[in-house]
């Protein structure tokens, strides 16, 4: 039994999706999160950026007394998680591998579409991993950048037509490649699966990376004993932007309201 807090983290607002999952499944855990709001987008940065911030995050979380960290963000997972590992002395749970494994689970004709940031494509990690699982699966990758700006401004809605139009754009070559199956690659794009499952078809599976990360966050501490033992945990939030701006849209991503007092941080104090 381990009563200390979980770290969650993610460039925004997108590991609220993973965060949401990793309340219902742990419901008694104490979650700390942190969202880069003022420094946000990642994916579009090169990865000695996407690494600093990261280092800075973490440093930044690892100021609570924490159990593990949950890399919930897609573009930092598939960039800077081996650096992040090796520099902390805690286990450090990120999207790639979970996702990766379910992926090539689910498939039944070995091709794997996958989507996410410029930078998490561009990083080939999820290539590395499913080709170590399954040698002859092909993978077929689409950077979509104009994702996150949609979300982050409340447009996911499968009946929008720019988000129809977008994810059309997108996601046809990968439909047109016979993907079976598809990893939303970006903590942002659940809230997008109903867009991208009109636009794939309903027999395409959708792998969500980050409730992928949740469940294998769940059970790798179970397996050490690492649980914490109380009813009813609690969450703190923790944002390098406006706070009002986040309770606004927190609750999109989290299905409900924001149940935990969010707080201001200077990032750029932590760290190097
Ligand atoms: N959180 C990022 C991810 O999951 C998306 C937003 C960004 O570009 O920072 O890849």
Redesign the pocket.
Same mark, same amino acid.
């Given at each position: 039994m381990d009563q200390r807090p979980i770290g969650v983290f993610? #460039? %925004?607002m &997108? &590991?609220l999706t993973a965060l949401r999952v990793l309340r219902r499944i742990l419901p008694g855990e104490d979650l700390i999160y942190f969202g880069d709001t003022g420094r !946000?987008?990642?994916? #579009?940065r090169g990865r000695d950026t996407i690494l600093r911030y990261a280092r800075q995050d973490v440093a930044f979380l690892r100021s609570f007394d924490l159990k593990a960290v949950v890399v919930a963000? %897609?573009?930092v997972s598939a960039n800077a998680l081996a650096e992040l590992t090796v520099e902390n002395d805690l286990p450090f749970f990120g999207v790639v591998t979970p996702a990766a494994r379910a992926a090539v689970e689910r498939t039944r004709n070995g091709a794997i579409g996958l989507i &996410?940031?410029a930078a #998490?494509i561009r990083s080939g990690a999820y290539e590395r991993e499913i080709g170590a699982l399954d040698p002859g699966a092909r993978v077929f990758a689409a950077p979509c950048p104009l994702f !996150?700006p949609l979300v982050e401004n409340g447009r996911f809605r499968a009946e929008d037509p720019v988000v129809n139009l977008v994810a059309e754009d997108y996601l046809a070559p990968l439909r047109e490649a016979g993907v079976d199956t598809l990893v939303l690659g970006?903590?942002?794009y659940p809230l997008l699966s109903e867009a991208i499952g009109k636009v794939m078809g309903p027999e395409v599976a959708l792998v969500d990376s980050g409730a992928t990360c949740a469940d294998q966050a769940a059970r790798s501490l179970a397996e050490q004993g690492l649980l914490a033992q109380r009813e009813q945990g609690s969450c703190r939030f923790f944002v390098s932007d406006s706070t009002e701006d986040f309770a606004r849209l927190a609750s999109i991503f989290l299905g409900g309201g924001v149940d935990g007092p969010v707080e201001r941080v200077e990032i750029q104090k932590y760290g190097k």
């Amino acid at each position: 039994m381990d009563q200390r807090p979980i770290g969650v983290f993610d #460039s %925004g607002m &997108g &590991g609220l999706t993973a965060l949401r999952v990793l309340r219902r499944i742990l419901p008694g855990e104490d979650l700390i999160y942190f969202g880069d709001t003022g420094r !946000v987008p990642y994916g #579009s940065r090169g990865r000695d950026t996407i690494l600093r911030y990261a280092r800075q995050d973490v440093a930044f979380l690892r100021s609570f007394d924490l159990k593990a960290v949950v890399v919930a963000c %897609g573009t930092v997972s598939a960039n800077a998680l081996a650096e992040l590992t090796v520099e902390n002395d805690l286990p450090f749970f990120g999207v790639v591998t979970p996702a990766a494994r379910a992926a090539v689970e689910r498939t039944r004709n070995g091709a794997i579409g996958l989507i &996410g940031t410029a930078a #998490s494509i561009r990083s080939g990690a999820y290539e590395r991993e499913i080709g170590a699982l399954d040698p002859g699966a092909r993978v077929f990758a689409a950077p979509c950048p104009l994702f !996150v700006p949609l979300v982050e401004n409340g447009r996911f809605r499968a009946e929008d037509p720019v988000v129809n139009l977008v994810a059309e754009d997108y996601l046809a070559p990968l439909r047109e490649a016979g993907v079976d199956t598809l990893v939303l690659g970006c903590t942002h794009y659940p809230l997008l699966s109903e867009a991208i499952g009109k636009v794939m078809g309903p027999e395409v599976a959708l792998v969500d990376s980050g409730a992928t990360c949740a469940d294998q966050a769940a059970r790798s501490l179970a397996e050490q004993g690492l649980l914490a033992q109380r009813e009813q945990g609690s969450c703190r939030f923790f944002v390098s932007d406006s706070t009002e701006d986040f309770a606004r849209l927190a609750s999109i991503f989290l299905g409900g309201g924001v149940d935990g007092p969010v707080e201001r941080v200077e990032i750029q104090k932590y760290g190097k």
